[in-house]
């Protein structure tokens, strides 16, 4: 069946500018996660939706970040006035059940954000 | 402090060597998520476990909860091994990763 899709799959922007970056999680999957990884960094946190339950924010960065689920499905993830630190590799994450439950998590491709 | 420890940073091993990667934590969990990632990329859950020892083909991984430590081990290793493995628990906290070359 189909995994976790992304997109784009790459964005370039000029610093300053609004992004946003799509998620497309496995259907039926009630968890979704959405993390960063900055060029030669560890995987970094960022936000979790789980069902209709209130999503769990505190990885955001900055006021500057948002992100929302609709539908109980697809995401999105906006970053406003973007600044070169916002370089990063995007990851969105999807999984059956809640996080801490013994359910596995299936990765997207994610979405290289480079700010000029 | 991290919370997840990872060791070691870097590994470089001969095709058929026994590997092993270990995770050391300091929060509570319920379990423990073993990631890889290719060069370029996406990340493919390899386990998650809670409890023992899970096994898949030439994979292995075991953790004990009361001493908070989980080991990835890898038999007769191959060169397409060759990826950066990743400790996490919960969905916060990760490992910064083990780069592991697999040299024919």
């Known amino acids: 069946g189909a995994g976790v899709s992304q997109s784009p799959s790459n964005k370039v922007t000029e610093k300053g500018k609004d992004v946003e970056l799509r998620c ?19 995987l970094e946190f960022l936000i979790y939706f789980q069902g209709n339950s209130a999503p769990d924010k505190s990885g955001l960065p900055s006021d500057r970040f948002s992100a929302e689920r609709t539908g109980g499905s697809v995401s999105t993830l906006t970053i406003q006035r973007t600044q070169q630190e916002d370089s990063a590799v995007y990851l969105c994450a999807s999984s059956l059940g809640p996080a801490g439950g013994l359910y596995e998590q299936y990765f997207g491709p994610g979405t290289r954000l480079t700010v000029t | 402090k991290n919370e997840v420890e990872q060791s070691p940073q870097n590994l470089t091993a ?53 001493e908070k430590h989980s080991s990835l081990h890898i038999t007769a290793s191959h060169p397409r091994d060759s990826a950066v493995y990743i400790c996490a628990v919960r969905k916060t906290y990760f490992g910064t990763g083990t780069s592991l070359t697999v040299i024919p």
């Open chain 1, 24 to 42: 497309d999680p496995i259907s039926g999957h009630t968890a979704l996660y959405w993390y960063r990884q900055s060029l030669g960094q560890g």
């Open chain 2, 14 to 66: 001969q095709e058929g060597e026994f590997i092993t990667i270990n995770c050391s934590y300091s929060v509570g969990i319920s379990a423990l998520h073993w990631l890889q990632q290719h060069p370029g990329g996406g990340i493919v859950s390899l386990f998650m476990l809670s409890s023992g020892k899970k096994k898949h083909g030439r994979l292995i991984a075991t953790i004990n909860i009361q």
